[in-house]
């Protein structure tokens, strides 16, 4: 496994305070599936009464452990649940034995926290293709139990990565007619990263009092414009999971349609998936894309999606080089519908080009002042509709190579 040497320069200045969920406690340990002298398994427990929704990829060699939870997440049942991650492993493309693997963990945990095997849903990431030494984390299933505590949520944000150069971390609270509600959450990512939904592991943790449907409408929803509109480097992952659970300790009671609570869950959402792209793996530059005037929202995204995986537009960007004819040539081949002589191109707060031509007013050094900032916008209007997508990317750079050229060594 490569050994990451330094954070990202796009991290955060600082992780996040985040606060108590009622009714969910957290426990780590280390159980060397891969990593030695660090935690690797995170165990999250949630009292009687919790919901749990996710979203996964839709990869077609998804691993045992996303398999799984895709069959439980629906499964109503008020007796509370336990989720149980492992890093440096991904359990996938391992055939029986990665299903035999997460049968294991789910009775071992099962049989320790008293829940039935349906409520226990399993993560794993890491390398794909090696068996999972699933012993080792059975090993540590009791030890887990028994250090559950409320305050651990921060712990399990550094168990879960794998290639990551700093733990992920959101929260948000909201003052409802009911009371307040509270929302935090974690997550890993860093490379193979791409919509449906990237090698990301994702837990989020409310208070709120939702039935299970309305926030599997919400989850599914908000992921679309979240987790689902960043790519690092266009692979999508076998292992993509995101778990959203609320416990209802609060008391608060909400629905799908309270957009006061969407918009908090929307807010966590989007800064635990901007926190994945700033750490794409040797990414110096952190890029939003937002398409304008496509015939429609997923012609919209389609594009800005061409434009955030075009390697030459990455490496431009990387080289600070204000190429936008490799924003046409990504429009070009996205295979949407697009006009050439109706697309503008903007970098930041400069007009690049202007209905099919370079703008008369456009200056090269404009366009490379913008290109040597952190934080790059490129706004495309086709001028052919009204649909509207953005998406988030990082540069492609040299660090992106060494480290996956090494991932196994």
Known sequence: MAKITSVSPLAPASFPTLPVIEGARFATAAAGVKYAGRTDVMLAVLDPGSCVAGAFTKSATRSANVLDCQSKIRLEDDGGAAIIVNSGNSNAFTGRAGDESVQAICAEVARVTGLPATRVFTSSTGVIGERLPHDRIKAKVEELYGNLDEAGLPAAAKAIMTTDTFPKGSTTSIDLPGGTVTIAGIAKGSGMIAPDMATMLVYIFTDAKIAQPDLQTLVSAINEKTFNSITVDSDTSTSDTLLVAATGASGVTVTAEDTAFRDALHHVMQDLAHQVVRDGEGATKFVE?????????ADAKTHAMSIANSPLVKTAIAGEDPNWGRVVMAIGKSG????????????GDVKVATNGWVDPDYREEQGAAIMKQENISMTVDLGMGSGSATVWTCDLTHGYISINADYRS
């Open 289 to 297: 894309i937002t398409v304008t005037g496509a015939l429609n929202d």
């Open 336 to 347: 949407a519908p697009a006009d050439r002589d109706t697309l503008s191109i903007s970098f």
